[in-house]
């Protein structure tokens, strides 16, 4: 998976410049990305502090080790059953 360019930090200081009133055009020239990435971003981390945020990635983190986990134990079981 691609590594983002932007750090959690980052990412909250440029939603909380739209919270202030700065417009999202105007913020995503200054940052170099597109509108699009913003409302991503907004849609995901809006109104969330750091510590919810670290939260979330470490939620994430154990959600694709369990699915991985579960696709192996998946594979061996199908194996044993032929």
């Not at 417009?23 to 502090?49: I, N, T």
């Not at 979330?56 to 061996?76: G, P, T």
């Amino acid at each position: 998976m691609r590594k983002s360019r932007y750090t959690d930090s980052q990412i909250l200081a440029i939603l909380k410049q739209n919270e202030n009133g700065i417009p999202v055009p105007e913020l995503c020239r200054e940052h170099g990305m597109s509108s699009a990435q913003f409302y991503k971003w907004r849609a995901k981390f809006g109104g969330m502090d750091a510590s919810m945020m670290k939260r979330l990635k470490e939620l994430e983190d154990e959600n694709k080790r369990l699915k991985k986990m579960y696709a192996e134990e998946r594979l061996k079981a199908e194996i044993r059953k032929e």
